[in-house]
């Protein structure tokens, strides 16, 4: 089990992502003699997972089921432990769209944080790519390198445990991009130019406040960035469902050929036999509720030397 590369079949030591529904998800590691327990009883890994096809459907020990799906980054995201706030999909997938990742792209990113976005990261830029990651915080970085050895992806990915306002990337002039979450943006600016390629690159910065947004523009301008731009993403789903409409009277008409030409294209299904003519179809509705603010995207990129 690779988070960059899918397998068929379960193994011992491999992570596994339970699913027990669309709100109810965990992630394990299997081991075998162990077992897991959820609402619909226990699993035992070395029975019922070591040896199974991914994604298939076990029953657990009260006679319920669950799926035991492949990780992904996407599941990663959803199921992760936190150590920090993350960043979820919606903002990942324009982070990569905008950075321009793609297989063999070397990376920067400050801070690892939780790996959120470095196992989506990874899988765009391997097989051949490289991720270097700097976490400020010693135990984080730890168990960032613990988790990229689970998951397999520790040849891609480089993790240091340095000050990247001080001490940079540890890299210079081989970067194709650069991300950046950190309190401060502004004041690793230097050590982002000085990591990305002669010939150019890209920058994006994440910062949840317009304020912190400002001080980094201003730093790019300072050192020779062009197209900076900043972004929000705000994800609105739609309901999409049935609905019945009633069938408006017009009264009497003189030539009544394309009334009855349209009640006779209407399915019985589509006409309800009742006192009023309705028709039955299917309409999108906005939430009434939807996520907020979670940060400003700013993206720039670096000339040419």
Not at 3 to 20: K, L, R
Not at 39 to 52: E, K, N, T, V
Not at 60 to 78: D, M, N, R
Not at 89 to 99: G, K, Q, R, S, V
Request: hydrophobic share 35%; charged share 20%.
């Amino acid at each position: 089990m690779s988070f960059v590369e899918y397998s068929e079949i379960i193994q011992e030591g491999d992570v596994v992502i339970i699913f027990q529904g669309h709100e109810s998800m965990m992630p394990i590691k299997v081991q075998s003699g162990a077992q897991t327990q959820t609402r619909y009883g226990a699993i035992r890994h070395s029975s019922d997972l070591i040896g199974q096809r991914f994604g298939s459907k076990v029953t657990c020990s009260k006679g319920g089921w669950v799926y035991v799906l492949h990780p992904t980054p996407e599941l990663w995201t959803v199921n992760l432990p936190h150590r920090t706030q993350i960043l979820y999909t919606t903002d990942i997938a324009n982070i990569t769209l905008m950075l321009e990742l793609k297989p063999g792209s070397v990376v920067c990113e400050s801070g690892t944080g939780s790996g959120s976005l470095s196992h989506s990261i990874l899988r765009t830029i391997a097989p051949t790519g490289h991720l270097h990651t700097v976490e400020f915080h010693a135990q984080r970085a730890e168990k960032a390198m613990q988790e990229f050895k689970e998951h397999k992806v520790s040849h891609l990915v480089t993790v240091r445990n340095q000050d990247v306002c001080k001490d940079g990337f540890g890299i210079t002039g081989i970067a194709d991009a650069v991300f950046l979450d950190i309190p401060s943006p502004w004041e690793a600016i230097t050590h982002a130019k000085s990591a990305i390629k002669r010939k150019g690159g890209r920058i994006c910065s994440f910062s949840p406040c317009i304020e912190q947004v400002q001080r980094t523009c201003e730093a790019l301008l300072d050192h020779g960035f062009e197209e900076i731009c900043t972004l929000e993403v705000l994800l609105r789903v739609h309901d999409v469902r049935t609905v019945t409409l009633p069938l408006p009277d017009f009264g009497p008409e003189e030539d009544s050929t394309d009334s009855c030409q349209l009640a006779s294209d209407l399915s019985q299904d589509e006409v309800p036999n009742t006192g009023n003519s309705s028709v039955i179809c299917r309409t999108a509705t906005p939430p009434r509720e939807m996520a907020g603010h979670t940060g400003y995207l700013t993206f720039a990129t670096k000339p040419r030397d």
